[in-house]
């Protein structure tokens, strides 16, 4: 027991199985002195959309770039509100801040830790006016015009979409999807009768390939997916100091180009994702079945119209932090994500929100861990996180049967 290393993510094998054909990306680059935009990066933006089915990728410097390039390219402004949960990422609401919008809450659905839709409609029909003007809805708490909502499909596992999109087209909202840990999770769509690919459904939708994301570059690299051409132009220059022919700036823009040498190793990757996300529901699939009659122990629900891709095997349970150090102990590496919704973080002290505001996201925030998740994760190795988690669980359960049984006596 005491020589157990089973990390929360491996990021060295799938690149040592990958190293020779990764190294010839390189020794491209240095042969050609292709470093910026060029083939590899049109190559890789064609596989993307492909992938993603939809018309049009612009890769770009990170999720966060891309989640800023949408916001701004799809016409949030200065001064208006956007939508989005506060159980996510910090970087969902620095890109509507950078934006020049002010990020607000909705809470997240207790079953699949994203939005939830009829909190949704509820925000938008008790605590919003429509603009005479828009229509669009005005926030009563800030007196911000909302005109976007950033639905995250955190996890892996993509958010109850149709009815967004219907309060989104009632409403007039913009909608961005943030598809940063859901790379080609896919939902149904009860309205299309048919499945769908994250980062298909919105207006435009922002990815991530950070190293540990399911398709993760060996950097910091990022993509914009869209079918709206003139939306993925406008990114086009807005990644490229606002010009679209050199040096002549339409406007003004940022230097948020994907760097040609991790286009290169994510086009290579991308041959891997389908059979990636594939080994990673089995896993999920394997963890459900040997968890799934322990006590204390709540496990992620998939309804029907979600097909996940696992970036994280989140749980949930009571003595969290218990769990997590006892884990350490045997060698095994969790994560919390996230431990602080974002309605309390310090830097959003000025947005005036309050313990108490988003009770679910709350609730589960104290209570998540994630589990290990990855392709190369082994059976054995889930057997043996499996065992350690049945011990510790095991073992609060006694504890909290001696202070009932100490209780009652006194
Ligand atoms: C939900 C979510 N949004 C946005 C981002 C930002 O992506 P990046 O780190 O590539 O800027 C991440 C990355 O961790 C994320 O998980």
């Known amino acids: 027991m005491g020589s157990t290393h089973i990390p929360f993510l491996d990021l060295v094998s799938p690149h040592l199985e990958m190293e020779e054909e990764l190294v010839t990306v390189f020794r491209t680059a240095l042969r050609t002195a292709a470093f910026i935009g060029g083939k590899a990066v049109q190559d890789f933006e064609n596989a993307f959309a492909e992938f993603c089915e939809v018309n049009h990728c612009v890769g770009v410097g990170s999720g966060t770039d891309a989640l800023r390039f949408s916001l701004i390219a799809a016409g949030v402004s200065p001064g208006d509100g956007v939508l989005t949960v506060p159980n996510t990422f910090m970087a969902t609401t620095e890109a509507i801040s950078q ?19 009829e909190k949704l409609y509820e925000f938008l029909e008790t605590k919003c006016d429509p603009d005479q003007f828009t229509g669009r809805p005005v926030s009563r708490r800030t007196g911000r015009m909302i005109t976007a909502v950033v639905p995250v499909h955190l996890y ?54 950070y190293p540990g994301k399911n398709l ?29 022919e050199k040096y002549y700036h339409d406007i003004e823009g940022y230097n948020g180009r994907l760097d040609a040498i991790q286009a290169g190793i994510l086009r290579l990757k991308l041959d891997h994702l389908s059979a990636w996300n594939h080994q990673r529901r089995e896993k999920a699939e394997t963890y459900q079945e040997l968890l799934r009659s322990v006590d204390g122990v709540t496990l992620p629900t998939e309804p029907s119209w ?63 861990l994630s589990l290990p998740m990855y392709p190369q994760l082994t059976p054995a190795d889930q057997e043996t996180v499996v065992e350690r988690v049945k011990d510790c669980s095991a073992a609060v359960s006694s504890i909290s049967a001696r202070l009932a049984r100490q209780e009652s006596i006194a």
């Open 216 to 244: 993760g570059a060996c950097g910091e690299a990022g993509a914009v997916t869209t079918n709206d051409p003139d939306l993925a132009q406008r990114i086009r220059m807005l990644r490229d100091h606002g010009q679209a």
């Open 99 to 117: 934006a020049g919008a002010q990020p607000e809450f909705v809470d997240i659905d207790e079953r699949t830790y994203n939005m939830d839709p």
């Open 306 to 368: 979600a097909r996940a891709v696992y970036h994280l095997y989140v749980v949930r349970i009571q003595d969290r932090h218990g769990m997590q150090e006892s884990l350490k102990a045997a060698g095994i590496g969790t994560g919390i994500h996230y431990p602080i919704p974002l309605h309390l973080q310090k830097a959003y002290g000025t947005l005036g929100y309050h313990q108490g505001d988003f009770p679910v996201t709350e609730r589960v925030a104290a209570e998540i």
């Open 156 to 209: 892996g596992q993509t958010v109850d979409m149709d009815r967004i999109l219907e309060l989104a087209e009632a409403w007039k909202l913009i909608v961005v999807e943030d598809a940063c840990q859901a790379h080609g999770a896919e939902y149904f769509s009860r309205k299309a009768q048919c499945w769908k690919r994250s980062g298909s459904m919105g207006k435009v939708a922002a990815f991530s390939f």
